[in-house]
């Protein structure tokens, strides 16, 4: 989520941490590593730096060599292949 959401790393990362804490009594102490991946994770989603492109920004993205380019769609943020100008998450036209 942090990935498709870059806006939101900090709400993510916070509930990662929050949901490794909780594990601790609810797991009956048998889910230590669980609980040491997950705070890493929710660490790494807290110092996540998005890049502008990522946040939605208008802007072009260079595609694969022989391919045709990509642009963020203004309203999710989602790659638009720019032959059919149609968001791949989203769905809207652009």
Do not use: D, E, Y
């Amino acid at each position: 989520m942090v990935w498709v959401r870059p806006q939101q790393h900090v709400i993510w990362g916070v509930l990662i941490i929050v949901f490794a804490v909780i594990s601790i009594p609810l797991g009956g102490g048998g889910f230590i590593l669980g609980f040491i991946l997950a705070l890493i994770g929710g660490i790494l989603a807290l110092v996540f730096k998005p890049m502008p492109m990522m946040m939605g920004g208008p802007g072009m993205m260079p595609g694969a060599p022989g391919t045709a380019g990509v642009m963020t769609c203004p309203a999710c943020g989602g790659a638009v292949n720019m032959q059919t100008r149609t968001c791949t998450m989203c769905g809207k036209a652009v």
